[in-house]
């Protein structure tokens, strides 16, 4: 069941960023020769018109193939027969689609569940933050020059960057009025494994840090600690009592975690950290708004994506990530099926809402994905028609398909790598 719910997933995103293509194309008189959702030999097809629509063997893919698209055809309906501004839009249609595919979905559980408002929920007394004027309820706005708009914009600020120099600036709002504040927060080098966890209850990961031990382990948020060196633990408390009474100190150590009611043991290996302490708790849970909150905090749901996205797409070519930590299809719908799987015993309405919010996510990232100007990709496309745009010319069509075909070949060669990655974490 969960293989099929994340299927229906993947397949909806798909299906709709391809939709927006044969809109568009239908709309500027362009041929659709056929519209088909997944790869590989046909299962089922009929025509209408001049159109062939179509469900394939793989549920992995999709698309919306029109009359000269990949040639030099320019006969009537033709995409080259098209004025450039048409096929620009056509185009362009697929990603634009994805973002208004993530903001519907947005608008659903932004509805239901409300928004994360980026409220200081605690602030230890006497710390660098207290002494500089924070305290609980106040509302953080930026952070480190970074906007924040959500309390995960906050979240996510620390899960990809962390912090890394004592000094904070940060501006917080407090009865409607903005507050500018820098302070030196406290530090302490010591060894770490990378991670933090629920105060009260079950010992759950909350944030894995990056490039820390328990990262490199595998371990993932909403993994449950329930044994570390032999030693069972069963709520927060427990652990954070061996953690007192057995200080790390550079030795592998050996823990029992807890992922979808089956627990693994993994050995990681603390590493000499320097922790710096904010001094203060921001909220990460949801409350519900207004019917013009829920427009303004679907736009930012589907703006938050999009900025992550695109701020691990520069830490990938930084360096901060490898290709090793991406995630295919097949990596995708696993991880889907996870989460549906810790959904399920909340009821169907967590269960739509996981869903929704994993289909935003993934909406998302196809949308940026498919805009980098990669050939092959509707980015690299939007490259040459916007060359042409500016020169008034086409330009040389075999010389473009040559340039296209081989950035078809690389992202396949990727493909096979990333899901040789995803079999190999099965």
Request: proline share 3%; charged share 20%.
């Amino acid at each position: 069941m969960k293989i099929l719910i994340a299927i229906i997933v993947f397949s909806v995103i798909i299906l709709f960023h391809e939709l927006g293509h044969f809109l568009l194309a239908k709309k500027n008189g362009i041929k659709v020769l056929e519209f088909s959702l997944g790869m590989g030999p046909r299962l089922l097809s009929t025509e209408k018109g001049e159109t062939r629509y179509s469900l394939k063997l793989f549920p992995i893919g999709g698309s919306c193939m029109m009359a000269g698209e990949d040639d030099d055809d320019t006969s009537e309906g033709s995409f080259n027969n098209a004025s450039v501004w048409a096929r620009i839009s056509v185009v362009a249609a697929g990603p634009i689609f994805n973002f208004l595919l993530a903001f519907l979905f947005a608008m659903i559980i932004t509805s239901v569940m409300g928004y994360d408002p980026p409220e200081v929920l605690k602030v230890t007394e006497g710390s660098p933050a207290w002494e500089a004027g924070l305290r609980e309820g106040d509302l953080i706005t930026e952070f480190q020059g970074k906007k924040i708009v959500v309390g995960r914009d906050l979240d996510s600020y620390m899960t990809l960057h962390g912090l890394q120099d004592e000094q904070i600036s940060l501006t917080y709002k407090r009865n409607k009025e903005e507050h500018d504040i820098t302070f030196r927060a406290d530090s302490e080098t010591r060894y770490m494994l990378g991670f933090h966890y629920a105060a009260e209850g079950k010992p759950e990961i909350l944030q894995v840090m990056l490039n820390s031990s328990m990262q490199k382990a595998g371990v993932q948020a909403g993994d449950i600690i329930r044994e570390i060196n032999g030693v069972k633990i069963e709520d927060s408390q427990e652990l954070m009592s061996y953690l007192k009474e057995h200080p790390l100190d550079g030795e592998k150590v050996s823990l029992g975690i807890e992922r979808n009611g089956k627990v693994e043991t993994i050995a990681a290996k603390p590493q000499m950290t320097k922790q710096i302490d904010s001094g203060f708790v921001y909220n990460i849970y949801r409350e519900k708004t207004n019917f013009l909150g829920v427009l303004r905090y679907s736009v930012t749901e589907v703006r938050y994506w999009i900025s992550t996205t695109v701020e691990s797409l520069a830490m990938l070519i930084k360096g901060q990530f490898t290709v090793n930590d991406l995630s295919g299809p097949v990596g995708i719908i696993e991880v889907i099926g996870d989460s549906y799987e810790e959904a399920k015993t909340g009821g169907a309405v967590m269960v739509s809402m996981q869903m929704l919010y994993w289909a935003i996510l993934l909406s998302a990232n196809l949308g940026v994905m498919n805009l980098l100007p990669i050939p092959a990709l509707d980015g690299g496309r939007l490259v040459f028609l916007l060359i042409e745009a500016v020169r008034k010319k086409r330009l040389n069509p075999n010389v473009e398909g040559m340039i296209h075909f081989a950035g078809f070949m690389l992202l396949m060669l990727l493909m096979v790598f990333v899901m040789f990655n995803d079999f190999r974490r099965l």
